[in-house]
C-alpha cells in the first residue's frame, strides 16, 4: 500500500499507530533468552540507586484532628511523571491510594505544587499534564479517632522517559496521640514485565 494514496487523516491515523506500537514495543519486555555463550547489554533498573527520583513522605499537623500529609518528589535531571490531573487515559498518572479504614478521611483532592503544566504529547496527540520539576503533594486528612492505630498506603506512577512504573508503599500511623507517615517499600509496580 503507498502511503501517496492514502488521505491526510488515514496517513494521520497510520502514523499514530506506527508510534503507539513504538512505545508499547519499548515498555514491553524482551522475550529473547540468550544462548549460554551469548552476552547481552541488557540494563535492569535498580531500586536503590538510579530509579530516576526520591519519594519522601512527612506529616504537618493542623487544628481539630486534621493534618497535611505532605509527599515531596525529587526528579533526577530529564526525567518526569504525569500528573494526577492529566486528562489523558493513555499515561499512569501519580496516585495515592489509603486502605479502606475507618481511622482517617480524606478531606478533598490532593494539591500539587507547582501546578504542573499542559502539554501536548507528540506521542498520543492530546494534552497532558507532565511533572518535570520538584514537586511537593499535599494530601488533607482528618483522623476520626484518639486510639491508636496503622493505616497502609500506595503512591504509584510512571517515571519516564525510562517508562518504568513504580509502587511505593508507606503506612501512616498514630501512637499515642502522635501521628507519623514512613515508606515501607519502593519496588516496580506489578504490571512491569521487565524486573
Not at 540468550?34 to 541488557?42: D, L, V
Request: hydrophobic share 35%; with cysteine.
Amino acid at each position: 500500500m503507498k502511503l501517496g494514496n492514502l488521505n491526510c487523516f488515514e496517513q494521520t491515523k497510520i502514523g499514530i499507530l506506527f508510534c503507539l506500537f513504538c512505545l508499547t514495543t519499548n515498555c514491553a519486555t524482551d522475550n529473547h533468552k540468550p544462548n549460554s555463550g551469548e552476552q547481552t547489554n541488557t540494563i535492569k533498573p535498580s531500586l536503590e540507586n538510579d530509579k530516576g527520583f526520591d519519594l519522601s513522605f512527612h506529616v504537618n499537623p493542623k487544628a481539630d484532628s486534621n493534618y497535611d500529609f505532605l509527599i515531596d518528589l525529587k526528579l533526577d535531571s530529564g526525567n518526569y511523571i504525569i500528573s494526577p490531573f492529566s486528562k489523558d487515559n493513555f499515561y499512569m498518572p501519580f496516585s495515592l491510594v489509603l486502605d479502606k479504614n475507618t481511622h482517617l478521611h480524606i478531606d478533598q483532592a490532593i494539591l500539587e505544587i507547582p501546578k504542573s503544566k499542559i502539554e501536548l504529547d507528540t506521542i498520543i496527540n492530546l494534552p497532558v499534564r507532565f511533572i518535570r520539576t520538584n514537586t511537593q503533594f499535599i494530601q488533607k486528612v482528618n483522623v476520626r479517632t484518639s486510639d491508636d492505630f496503622e493505616v497502609l498506603g500506595k503512591v504509584e506512577f510512571l517515571i519516564e522517559p525510562s517508562c518504568i512504573p513504580y509502587s511505593i508503599d508507606f503506612m501512616i500511623s498514630q501512637q499515642d496521640g502522635k501521628m507519623a507517615i514512613k515508606k515501607t517499600k519502593t519496588g516496580f509496580h506489578p504490571s512491569y514485565r521487565g524486573k
